[in-house]
């Protein structure tokens, strides 16, 4: 049983719960510090979220955004990585307890990030899956696959009609970039793969219960986001509220009238709920919570009254030093991570801990080749040149040099030929 780090220190132990974008840049931020660092995660790798999409839609592998995170710490010794599932927490003892032992920790970081939200309806899960892990993305591909396949197997036309009939649910970046993916497949893509029917007959329906798309975007980019997605054939419905789902296809509401959609393929992008570390950690302190479920942290992203755990990442809810909310983005997570390690190493040299304040370098969503929209620090900017500034950002994310060539060549070629390497059913 995992009690406790084999090192022998005197140096404070830092237990990260989550290896995500957040965890993982604090793990390193740490232990480059002389901190001892144990990070725990059920998963021995570390996931670049934001492209998930690409997985789910044949463009990328899970190796191409997955990376191991024993190779990110390997050269700090002081650091060792545990894959097991932390279940509980005792604030007063300073214990985590996870599925082989336990670990008493100096200071905790709760960085173990959201997972979907049905808003009570958590039986749609399984004909609508979401795409926040590598195993829901092999899910959707497989999914998406699978029904083309079946059309191309089928002679009743009725059949075939609602096996090419795709739903995304969520109008936010995330449903956004997965309905263009979508668009692109089969408007593109997959032209002269099938005989028994064309795959541009597909039809790809972008549901969002708000009055718009993109909603945090200003209009003239929504506006651009539309007519990038009509180009590719998706149609996009606002003000769309899904009653139901099931394995035929969903039941809309608008206004008073309610619609049913026949779909073999429903997918979901809809909303966010805390992790159940996340919520133990919650009950277990008594922090305070915002509506989506988040922790509301202080400014430094301590829990209030609970100096020695941190909480940063999607799962923390944080109001900057200027006064904004901190949005749920992989470079806010990054910066998180950063800090808090910075803001320790003050206040254990005896000086104050500044706030944390969010260097905000502005959003981007792609959908499809030479097609995205972009608000960059007062530039707005979308179609090619917003799809370069996209690549260019997301590849320079990337945790490993390796990776980064590698989605590189990938979309290079992808650019030049329209074909793409990993429509695997599995």
């Known amino acids: 049983m995992a009690t406790d780090s084999p090192q022998a220190s005197t140096s404070p132990h830092v237990v990260i719960v989550g290896g995500g974008f957040a965890g993982l840049h604090a793990a390193r931020r740490f232990g480059r510090a002389g901190y001892r660092v144990t990070l725990l995660d059920k998963r021995n790798f570390h996931l670049f979220q934001p492209l998930l999409y690409q997985v789910a839609t044949g463009s990328l592998t899970i190796g191409d955004i997955a990376y191991p995170q024993r190779s990110v710490l390997r050269k700090l010794g002081n650091v060792r990585t545990l894959n097991t599932t932390v279940f509980d927490v005792d604030p007063k003892a300073r214990v985590v307890y996870h599925e082989h032992g336990s670990m008493q920790y100096d200071l905790l970081v709760a960085a173990t ?95 969002e219960g708000g009055p718009d798309i993109l909603p945090v975007y200003p209009e003239r980019l929504r506006d651009e986001a539309r007519r990038h997605l009509a180009a590719l054939g998706v149609e996009v419905q606002t003000s769309a509220m899904v009653e139901d789902v099931d394995a035929q296809g969903v039941r809309v509401r608008r206004g008073d009238a309610s619609e049913r959609m026949e779909a073999a393929t429903v997918l979901w992008a809809a909303g966010v709920r805390p992790s159940l570390f996340g919520e133990v950690l919650a009950e277990a302190t008594g922090a305070p919570r915002d509506r989506g479920g988040r922790i509301q942290v202080a400014p430094d992203c301590s829990l209030p009254g609970h100096p020695e755990i941190f909480v ?95 989605v590189f060549v990938n979309w290079l070629w992808k650019y030049f030929t329209r074909q793409m390497g990993d429509r695997l059913i599995t």
């Open 113 to 207: 990030g959201v997972k979907h939200n049905y808003f009570g309806n958590d039986h749609w899960r399984e004909h609508a899956p979401g795409l926040k892990t590598a195993e829901h993305a092999i899910q959707m591909r497989r999914r998406i696959f699978r029904a083309f396949e079946l059309a191309e197997l089928t002679d009743d036309a009725v059949a075939r009609r609602r096996l090419l009939n795709f739903v995304v649910v969520g109008g936010g970046p995330t449903g956004v970039e997965l309905a263009g993916a979508l668009g692109e497949l089969t408007r593109k893509t997959m032209v002269r793969d099938f005989r028994s029917f064309n795959s541009r007959d597909a039809r790809v329906v972008l549901l």
């Open 312 to 406: 940063i990442g999607d799962l923390a809810m944080l109001t900057d030093a200027a006064g904004r909310d901190v949005p749920g983005l992989a470079p806010a997570a990054i910066q998180q991570g950063r800090y808090i390690a910075d803001a320790v190493r003050r206040r254990d040299a005896g000086k104050p801990m500044k706030p944390f304040r969010y260097r905000d370098w502005g959003t981007m969503a792609v959908i499809g080749v030479n097609r995205a929209v972009g608000n960059l620090r007062g530039l707005k900017t979308s179609g090619m040149l917003a799809w370069f500034l996209w690549a260019f950002v997301h590849i320079r994310a990337l945790i490993d040099g390796e990776q980064r060539l590698r």
